[in-house]
């Protein structure tokens, strides 16, 4: 019944900014723990950044900290992901995913995450 959503990746060169949503739909977000993994060519799907339920705690995966930031728009439904400063590196397809009975703790082990999950969007970092 329920469904989440993905909007805002794109083709941006290196140092700018985007910003990624993650909205939800037939279903209230904020009991949901939220995480947005990635998934670069040849590569593992790896736990990028993770808010819990409320808003109680965030999680920043070390490649990323101080570049992105994770917050909640409960009006709207909504987890967005801030990323700044952009790198090659960067570039992946994001999803989102969320789960009423996890904590970012779960951001380590991906196969926890059985709610929902997004479509995918794309992030292309390059000159």
């Known amino acids: 019944q329920g469904k989440l959503v993905e909007s805002g990746g794109g083709l941006v060169q290196p140092g700018s900014s985007l910003s990624l949503s993650c909205a939800a739909s037939r279903f209230t977000l904020d009991h949901y723990a939220v995480a947005w993994f990635r998934q670069a060519p040849g590569k593992e799907r790896e736990g990028v950044s993770c808010?819990?339920?409320?808003?109680?705690?965030?999680y920043y995966a070390d490649s990323v900290k101080g570049r992105f930031n994770i917050s909640r728009d409960s009006a709207g439904n909504t987890v967005s992901l801030q990323m700044n400063s952009l790198k090659p590196e960067d570039t992946a397809v994001y999803y989102c995913?969320?789960?009423?009975?996890?904590?970012?703790?779960?951001?380590?082990?991906?196969?926890?995450?059985?709610?929902?999950w997004g479509q995918g969007t794309q992030v292309t970092v390059s000159s």
């Open positions: 808010i819990s339920s409320y808003g109680r705690s965030t």
């Open positions: 995913a969320a789960d009423v009975g996890l904590t970012c703790d779960g951001i380590h082990y991906q196969s926890l995450w059985k709610d929902y």
